[in-house]
């Protein structure tokens, strides 16, 4: 599958890998491995993560962004690293850039109680709506579930045991990131290129997004050109992060994607998603597999650790000093 040939994303069925027969599983894992291989995202249907839970959801983000300001800013997660709580308006910047993106976000991870490590710190919810700890909590749980699915199938389209990832993300650092790109009131006080998410490649595994469906983000495919993401309703899409196209030596593409800003007549409205970020495990030994180099793709990347890696990253976007 050529990529200079994709103007819109492949969807997929996920139920066909979980529930269906050897024929069926096998069709579904070559489809998503060459999805992955040309333009690093698929959208997936059939997830499991039902309209009902997915609007439940939906209704507490935007119950919490409709706080003021300076409710909202009880929850500051800095002293986290940004890795729980609120993240204000314009505090993250694409690697690279010194702009601020047109977005507030607001992170969740999982706890392991009596660990020292600040991955596993406690979360921080909103005392003003009760629901958004419960809704958040759920969706993390089922993404992560859904997730680890995925990462089945990639590991049999890599021809490594159908359970290559289930220790290396069983303690994952992922994070559930419920994003409000707000609403641009006067577009003469943005500060100059500013946009909603500019480009840039995902730090982690795979990435599962809510949400997708809404007018502005946008992939560059390998010919430079730009293709807005037209998801069938109801599905996820989900795609690569440059960890896992470390682990693959570029086999499977981390695509660079953005997320533009309204035309003139929308930019007083909000946009709204929810992706989740898949982390492998801190200790992860992301060293290429040496399935996918070869003569004809020697090793591309230097050996380090899931944390390593992170952390660079973190400094990259400036949410680590």
């Excluded at 993560?49 to 300076?70: G, R």
């Excluded at 600040?118 to 579930?145: C, D, G, M, R």
């Excluded at 859904?146 to 992922?174: P, T, Y």
């Excluded at 086999?251 to 533009?260: D, I, M, N, Q, Y």
């Amino acid at each position: 599958m050529s990529s200079k040939l994709i103007d819109r994303i492949p969807t997929l069925a996920l139920n066909e890998f979980l529930e269906g027969g050897a024929e069926t599983q096998s069709k579904f894992v070559k489809n998503l491995g060459s999805a992955l291989e040309s333009i690093g995202f698929v959208a997936i249907k059939n997830h499991g993560f039902s309209t009902v839970n997915q609007s439940s959801l939906y209704n507490s983000i935007k119950e919490f962004y409709s706080l003021s300001d300076e409710v909202k800013i009880k929850y500051d997660g800095s002293h986290t690293c940004g890795q729980r709580g609120y993240t204000g308006k314009g505090r993250e910047h694409a690697s690279g850039r010194k702009v601020g993106d047109l977005k507030e976000f607001y992170h969740i991870g999982k706890e392991i109680k009596g660990s020292t490590s600040p991955h596993y710190q406690p979360n921080i919810f909103p005392s003003e709506i009760p629901q958004f700890k419960v809704q958040t909590l759920n969706a993390y749980a089922t993404l992560e579930e859904i997730g680890k699915s995925i990462l089945s199938a990639i590991a049999l389209f890599l021809d490594l045991d159908e359970r290559h990832f289930e220790n290396k993300v069983d303690k994952g650092i992922s994070i559930l990131r419920p994003l409000h790109y707000f609403p641009i009131e006067n577009p003469s006080t943005i500060q100059e290129g500013a946009v909603r998410a500019a480009e840039h490649g995902d730090i982690n595994l795979i990435t599962l997004l809510m949400g997708a469906s809404a007018e502005g983000l946008e992939v560059k495919r390998m010919d430079g050109t730009w293709i807005p993401i037209t998801a069938v309703q109801d599905c996820l899409v989900v795609n690569v992060g440059d960890m896992l196209q470390r682990y693959t030596n570029g086999r499977l593409k981390s695509t660079v994607h953005r997320v533009v800003n309204p035309p003139k007549e929308k930019l007083k409205t909000s946009r709204f998603s929810v992706p989740f970020f898949m982390h492998a495990n801190p200790d992860m030994d992301l060293s290429c597999l040496s399935t996918c180099i070869s003569v004809d793709n020697p090793k591309q990347y230097e050996d380090i650790t899931a944390e390593d890696f992170l952390m660079q990253r973190l400094k990259e976007i400036g949410l680590l000093s």
